[in-house]
T-cell receptor
Framework: QQQVKQSPQSLIVQKGGISIINCAYE??????FPWYQQFPGKGPALLIA?????SEKKEGRFTISFNKSAKQFSLHIMDSQPGDSATYFC????????????FGGGTRLMVKP | GAVVSQHPSRVICKSGTSVKIECRSL??????MFWYRQFPKQSLMLMAT?????????EQGVEKDKFLINHASLTLSTLTVTSAHPEDSSFYIC???????????FGPGTRLTVL
């Protein structure tokens, strides 16, 4: 049972454009929603995270939008750059379960110069 | 920021041998460490969770006798792949979490190739 569904699987964006990646979850007990960025051959790096008590969080060019009623959250990358080309994973966890992360399937982003 | 290291970064071994991978939290005490496995172009799959000083909790389908995990201290966890076979070839990644934190910080990963 895939508890976190991520789309699209791949995304091509022109430099300067907006990259949007969406995730949907099933377990309403999840209370922490991070996004990770992974470059080939490297471990994931925490990009930005949100808790369900806010609907949006922005850090630089990266914004998470959170819709609790729809059980959906998304990552927006503004002014996308070729250096943003990587695989992005959304995840979800719940504090009373040891914060074990459930990952989405990943989105391979390519930003064309 | 919190830094997690892994050693080795890459290992090639013969079928039937055992391989040990170390995961260290360099600047914080990791009360919980996680081990993941990632196949090419796929997501991370949690293998096991370990808390310092206690036995690891393995996910369903992960053989605990094949993937031995030891979390001996608050800064070190090891994963030993015993009697490795070619199907064990994968990218193994650890993560660590400090007490009271929600965030997990990931290591750079270890590429295991079993010939």
């Amino acid at each position: 049972q895939q508890q976190v569904k991520q789309s699209p699987q791949s995304l091509i964006v022109q430099k300067g454009g907006i990259s949007i990646i969406n995730c949907a979850y099933e377990n309403t007990a999840f209370d922490y929603f991070p996004w990770y960025q992974q470059f080939p051959g490297k471990g994931p790096a925490l990009l930005i995270a949100i808790r369900p008590d806010v609907s949006e969080k922005k850090e630089g060019r990266f914004t998470i939008s959170f819709n609790k009623s729809a059980k959906q959250f998304s990552l927006h990358i503004m002014d996308s750059q070729p250096g943003d080309s990587a695989t992005y994973f959304c995840a979800a966890s719940k504090r009373n379960a040891g914060n074990m992360l459930t990952f989405g399937g990943g989105t391979r982003l390519m930003v064309k110069p | 920021g919190a830094v997690v290291s892994q050693h080795p970064s890459r290992v090639i071994c013969k079928s039937g041998t055992s391989v040990k991978i170390e995961c260290r939290s360099l600047d914080f005490q990791a009360t919980t460490m996680f081990w993941y496995r990632q196949f090419p172009k796929q997501s991370l799959m949690l293998m096991a969770t370990s808390n310092e000083g206690s036995k690891a909790t393995y996910e369903q389908g992960v053989e605990k006798d094949k993937f031995l995990i030891n979390h001996a201290s608050l800064t070190l966890s090891t994963l030993t792949v015993t009697s490795a076979h070619p199907e064990d070839s994968s990218f193994y990644i650890c993560s660590a979490r400090g007490g009271g934190w929600d965030e997990q910080f990931f290591g750079p990963g270890t590429r295991l190739t079993v010939l």
